[in-house]
């Protein structure tokens, strides 16, 4: 099999089935020249570059005047996810007594709760952002970095920010690629309480980094 | 809208950014981009169907809201394209002499591709969406995706390799 450009670029993006993965890894190791391992590498770096080039949107803080899209009060028809469960035969009663219950206690209380789901709503987005970006720093690091040299990731954001640090490359019985390595956080949503831990990932034949092993690590 | 939504936008915003900042060229138009492509998708939330995922239907509106937005100012701009041309040769000239595969470079390359290239290379090699996602988000046979990747990868790799020769003695 002649190893087409679009084979290798499925190949670097993950997107070949085992066997095909098999084929060509055998073939850049065969390969005579340096220049098919050469273009391999240079498709990787390609993509890496262009990750890296775009990255701004990614550890700049989102502008408010995106976040408050999302701020609006619900609409009155928001809350019609409470009214659509009642749908039933007792829905108009029930309703009513709800009605009357809301009425009694005051939208006071209603806007309150309202108010902390909103800030609950912010705290989850920055988490998920900042696992966003620890994910991203773990792939890049151990897609690219050599042992001993950490990944540095930041969000602006929240404020939280650690490393990842591959420490030892080795290959797993199956066949696969994996990597130990130490991965610190200070998560802003925890207080900035730091984390240290130690884990492997193997690659996965779609080129994503899986965690096999995960171990806490506390200073002693 | 559902809270569970609400949030899951939220989280969105700083991909749906970057993949903005992609095919306008800058973060400025990229959010105004990203927030007509919000409010898009929150009025139309009623389209979004449950169990499909939410980021490739965003980037989806995004990329329409994209093209429309091309379209109405290539209307426009259409007897200024030749002046567009020369600026961008000229830019390219004095780009020459930086440092090749500056990041600022890597942009401007990314920002002359053809816009059915530049969708694609965003969406595989920035976002990291699987093929057979970007053909369900662009509407294209998985082929066509491939191939139009492979013109766009090839070109960036010669594009740095030009740039690595360039700085020789």
């Known amino acids: ?220 | 809208m559902d809270d569970n939504i609400r949030r899951e936008m939220l989280a969105l915003l700083p991909r749906l950014r970057r993949f903005a900042y992609g095919l306008t060229g800058s973060t400025d138009e990229g959010d105004d981009l990203v927030q007509a492509t919000c409010e898009r998708a929150i009025r139309h939330i009623d389209t979004w169907q449950p169990g499909t995922r939410l980021d490739s239907w965003m980037y989806r509106i995004a990329r329409n809201t994209y093209l429309n937005a091309l379209r109405a100012k290539r209307v426009r701009a259409d007897h200024l394209q030749n002046v567009d041309h020369g600026e961008l040769t000229r830019v390219d000239g004095a780009r020459a002499m930086e440092a090749h595969l500056t990041f600022a470079a890597v942009r401007d390359f990314i920002g002359r591709l053809p816009e059915e290239q530049r969708s694609i290379v965003m969406l595989v090699c920035v976002e990291g969406l699987a093929y057979r996602e970007v053909a369900e988000i662009l509407d294209l046979p998985i082929g066509t995706v491939t191939s139009r990747l492979a013109r766009a990868r090839i070109a960036l790799k010669d594009f740095a390799d030009d740039g690595a020769a360039g700085e020789g003695p």
């Open chain 1, 1 to 220: 099999m002649r190893l087409s450009d679009e084979i290798l670029i499925a190949y670097v993006d993950g997107e070949l089935p085992p066997d095909q993965v098999r084929d060509v890894e055998a073939q850049v190791a065969a390969a005579a020249d340096a220049a098919l391992a050469a273009t391999v590498d240079a498709l990787r770096a390609g993509s890496s570059v262009l990750r890296a080039a775009f990255n701004e949107p990614m550890r700049a803080p989102v502008p408010d005047r995106l976040t408050k899209l999302f701020d609006a009060a619900p609409a009155p028809e928001g809350h019609s996810s409470t009214w659509r469960w009642l749908s039933g035969p007792f829905a108009a009663p029930l309703a009513a007594s709800m009605m009357a219950l809301a009425v009694g206690l005051g939208g006071a209380f209603v806007f309150a709760e309202w108010q902390v789901e909103r800030k609950i709503a912010r705290l989850e987005a920055v988490r998920a952002a900042d696992r966003q970006m620890l994910a991203a720093a773990v792939s890049l690091a151990l897609e690219t970095h050599v042992s001993g040299k950490p990944a540095i990731w930041n969000n602006p954001d929240s404020g939280s920010y650690g490393t990842v640090e591959p420490v030892r490359t080795f290959r797993a019985a199956s066949g696969q690629w994996c990597r130990e390595y130490i991965q610190t956080a200070d998560f802003a949503a925890e207080s900035f309480q730091s984390e240290r831990r130690r884990a492997i990932a193997c690659r996965e034949p779609d080129g994503q980094w899986q965690t096999r092993l995960e171990v806490a690590e506390t200073d002693s």
